[in-house]
């Protein structure tokens, strides 16, 4: 990985294109340093540290804490991925939303331009909600009874919060224009990236709110999770590159004077067909409700039947974790049946006169192709499960173990990590096509 860069390094229009991508973080993470006008957080920040595995310390770290710190860019590009989701959705299920998905470069930009409008309107609802957990938590400068104070700072607050969703989606999307690598994915690997300080502050810093500081177990459970992390990564670079091989045999046929086909080759399918996007998926679906909670958190009454409700999908809960594990398996079919068609790909194996060796073109291939990748589809589920559900389980059990305030809460979660090692494999990947294009030897050579 390495070794790609410095030689892209080396190529002057990549270079260009590196820097550009490196600007645009810059360009981020500042923004996700400059405080919204009148909102008045601690410089602890809105969520307790040790409380690594709730719901808003998801937010925040998926916005570098960003959301923390109630800054211009407190809800990142959250609100773009939400729309994003939504309308894949959709697409299967509004027939004209399908239509334009087929008809080609046109087509995609309008449900680009769709997209963004969802985006600012989710990212308006968001912001909405977020201002209502502020006021909820006296964390607004002006606290008096005066009402057109109140709607004038509401209105300021939400209308930086949706102008700085806005402004991360465009920034996104220049990266994509300019950059290298996807840009929604490059600005959220920027805000992961920025938290790992934070989460290794948690493990080994003073006393404070170090772990590691509190001695006894914790000398061998701190280094623990450094080494599961470093363990899952490489597990994550292994199930990316694992793939199911189908071999394929073409006949023979002349084209004019010369003879074509006549070799073996596969058709390679990856376990973890469907990447990141089930854990997505089921984390946008799992956060809603505790998106709902903010906006009624000031009359949830303890120990009442909606703090009961809301305390299901607390990622400390037993009951999130079996439906997170639930929703990652069934978003991975769900995915994977709107990216392969079988019946497809056993067509055009017929029409390029190939044919999977035992088994008769047509249906018979359809469905043979169809068993293969049910089973890796179940079997690629299962493995992002075990990464992204190991947060939530070791909680569990340490608190278990240890009693609910000894308990670990590890706040970068297996989602994170996904995220993270998948967008820096593809931007690998994108740097080395772009490198072999610029050093193609044609047929003069």
Same mark, same amino acid.
């Given at each position: 990985?390495l070794?790609t ?18 600007f ?5 993470r ?41 800054t ?27 239509r ?19 985006t ?21 400068l ?21 102008? *700085? ?51 006894g ?8 999770v450094?080494?599961?992390y ?29 003879? /074509? ?8 399918i ?69 990216? /392969? ?12 006169s ?11 291939t ?10 890796i ?6 493995l ?37 090692? *998948? ?13 072999m ?9």
């Amino acid at each position: 990985m390495l070794q790609t860069l410095v030689n892209a390094w080396k190529i002057p229009d990549l270079r260009k294109k590196i820097m550009f991508t490196a600007f645009i973080v810059v360009l981020f993470r500042v923004g996700a340093n400059i405080p919204v006008p009148f909102v008045d957080i601690p410089s602890t920040g809105l969520i307790d540290p040790s409380s690594g595995t709730t719901f808003l310390n998801y937010l925040s770290m998926m916005t570098g804490e960003a959301f923390n710190y109630g800054t211009i860019f407190a809800l990142s590009i959250t609100p773009y991925i939400n729309s994003s989701i939504i309308i894949q959705l959709l697409t299967v299920a509004i027939p004209y939303l399908e239509r334009l998905s087929k008809e080609g470069e046109e087509g995609r930009k309008k449900i680009a331009k769709i997209t963004r409008y969802v985006t600012l309107a989710l990212g308006l609802l968001q912001s909405i909600a977020y201002f209502i957990y502020l006021n909820a938590k006296n964390f607004l400068l002006y606290t008096g009874d005066n009402t057109a104070t109140k709607v004038f700072q509401g209105v300021v607050v939400v209308a930086v919060l949706t102008a *700085g969703t806005t402004l991360v989606m465009w920034l996104g999307e220049q990266i994509n224009a300019k950059g290298i690598g996807n840009g929604i994915s490059i600005i959220l690997f920027a805000g992961i990236i920025s938290r790992i300080p934070t989460e290794m502050t948690m493990l080994f810093g003073p006393e404070s709110g170090g772990y590691f500081s509190r001695g006894g177990i914790y000398y061998f459970l701190s280094p623990f999770v450094l080494v599961c992390y470093i363990l899952m990564i490489a597990y994550i670079v292994w199930m990316d590159n694992a793939e199911r091989r189908i071999p394929v045999q073409y006949a023979k046929r002349v084209v004019g004077r010369k003879m /074509y086909g006549g070799q073996s080759t596969h058709i390679p399918i990856k376990v973890n067909m469907s990447g990141v996007m089930p854990v997505i998926f089921a984390s946008s679906i799992l956060s809603l409700p505790p998106t709902f909670e903010l906006f009624f958190s000031s009359k949830i009454k303890e120990g009442g039947a909606l703090d009961k409700f809301f305390g299901l999908f607390d990622p400390t809960n037993w009951f999130y974790c079996i439906i997170y594990f639930v929703l990652i398996i069934f978003f991975a079919y769900f995915y994977a049946a709107i990216q /392969y068609n079988p019946t497809e790909m056993a067509n055009n194996i017929r029409s390029n006169s190939g044919t999977i060796p035992g088994l008769r073109p047509g249906k018979p291939t359809a469905l043979y192709i169809q068993k293969i990748i049910s089973r890796i589809i179940l079997l690629g589920a299962l493995l992002l499960s075990v990464v992204a559900l190991f947060p939530n389980l070791f909680s569990l059990i340490t608190g278990l173990v240890l009693g609910k305030e000894g308990g670990m809460n590890i706040s970068l979660g297996g989602t994170s990590i996904i995220i993270m090692v *998948g967008v820096a494999l593809e931007t690998v990947k994108q740097l080395e096509s772009q490198m072999m294009l610029r050093h193609y030897k044609g047929f003069l050579d």
